[in-house]
């Protein structure tokens, strides 16, 4: 259904419409996997993710009456904006119909960029239930978030870039959702080097393209960080495509996906999110499989709390020893927190949160523990305050910082 030609028609439609985002070399993020890693910085797109392409090239597409009628389509979160973005440049009516528990920040991004909103349903495909109402009920074009030739098209010029960026590339690995951005990058890639080989991406809560390929029915379900790419079945063209164009699919679990987005954050000084990552997450979770290769990711969108942000930070550093939690147990009198302080000081810790934690059982009525969470420098200085505070007599035992919330 569809070819080299209408990817590179659709590159033609985009020029000058789009960012041509930057494609580097990260000896940084080299160094970590083994790869010889060039990264796509598709968060550099005025929605920040690789669906503006898409999305423009299906808008383009239409006539003047489909225009007039206005489009519709389903999505919890990039979709939705890169649509809505380039509805209002075009000057077409849009409508967006997201699920009840979208965040509010996704809703209202979505809303300032032009489109109305609807609110519907506890999923996706309740959402898509809707966006089939609507156009059977005011006869909306739909933009599919994937399932759609000129989407597919529109993601597939992304590679035509990397590879006159880097033509020796060995091989691109690319996140999968609904499959819309592997299948289009996977026709480009093949036609300008069939040798290249293309990998796809998912979160492992969310096998469903495999699960197509396969004939498994492995669960499709959970809280996952990568919530761009959980869907729970996928259908349509891309399937054909991803059968076959790609080598092969790697499931990666949530602590890979955290570490990815924050080697970008730490390594790269860019913002990824969960979904943004999943390239780099497989890298780290199977370095053996791609160590040595020269390795193109996408980084397709950078659309992430804060919030989450910053957790994963804290739970990095906590994973590299660079924050603990300690439990000691001391005399409940006067001066002993101010020595333990002194103590900690002497060794170079800096002392983070403090808690008492008087109504333990397990300590005389005198007694007390005291919760303390500290930075150190690396896992060797952590082992070196521990064993400190063990001589001095406080009996310290590592606790997670989960255990303290």
């Known amino acids: 259904m569809i070819t080299i ?99 509010f920040v996704k809703v209202a991004a979505t809303r300032a960029l032009g489109a109305a909103v609807e609110l519907y349903g506890d999923s996706v495909g309740e959402a898509q239930a809707r966006v089939e109402q609507l156009i059977a009920e005011r006869g909306l074009i739909e933009v599919h978030p994937y399932a759609d030739p000129h989407i597919i098209a529109g993601q597939g010029t992304i590679a035509l870039e990397m590879l006159e960026e880097v033509p020796d590339l060995d091989m691109l690995v690319i996140p999968i959702g609904g499959g819309g951005l592997i299948s289009g990058n996977a026709i480009a890639a093949k036609a300008v080097n069939p040798a290249i080989a293309v990998v796809g991406v998912e979160a492992a809560l969310y096998p469903s393209m495999r699960n197509a390929l396969r004939g498994e029915n492995r669960l499709a379900a959970g809280p996952t960080l990568a919530e761009g790419i959980a869907i729970k079945k996928v259908t349509g063209p891309t399937v054909a495509i991803v059968r076959e164009l790609v080598s092969d699919i790697v499931l990666v679990d949530e602590t890979h996906l955290e570490r990815a987005v924050n080697a970008y954050t730490t390594l790269q000084k860019t913002v990824a999110e969960g979904a943004g990552a999943a390239g780099l997450a497989a890298l780290l979770q199977e370095p053996t499989r791609f160590r040595g290769k020269r390795v193109g990711l996408i980084l397709s969108g950078g659309n992430v709390d804060p919030r989450i942000l910053a957790s994963i930070t804290v739970r990095e550093l906590e994973r590299d020893n660079r924050i603990i939690s300690v439990r000691l147990t001391i005399s409940d009198q006067p001066g002993v927190l101010g020595a333990i302080a002194s103590r900690l000081g002497a060794l170079g810790a800096n002392i983070l949160e403090v808690a008492h934690r008087r109504l333990f059982l397990d300590v005389p009525a005198k007694g007390a523990k005291i919760d303390i969470t500290l930075e150190t420098r690396d896992a060797a200085h952590a082992e070196e305050i521990l064993a400190a505070l063990a001589a001095d007599g406080f009996e310290p035992a590592r606790i997670d910082l989960g255990a303290l919330q």
């Open 5 to 103: 030609k209408d990817i590179e028609h659709a590159r033609r439609l985009l020029a000058g419409a789009v960012v041509r985002t930057p494609m580097l070399p990260a000896p940084k993020l080299s160094a970590l996997t083994g790869a010889t890693v060039f990264v796509k910085y598709e968060n550099f797109q005025v929605t920040n993710s690789f669906k503006d392409r898409g999305a423009l090239v299906k808008l383009s597409s239409l006539g003047a009456s489909e225009r007039a009628r206005g489009v519709v389509g389903m999505s919890a979160g990039n979709h939705a904006q890169a649509v809505a973005y380039h509805a209002a440049r075009l000057a077409i009516p849009a409508t967006i119909v997201m699920p009840v528990g979208t965040p």
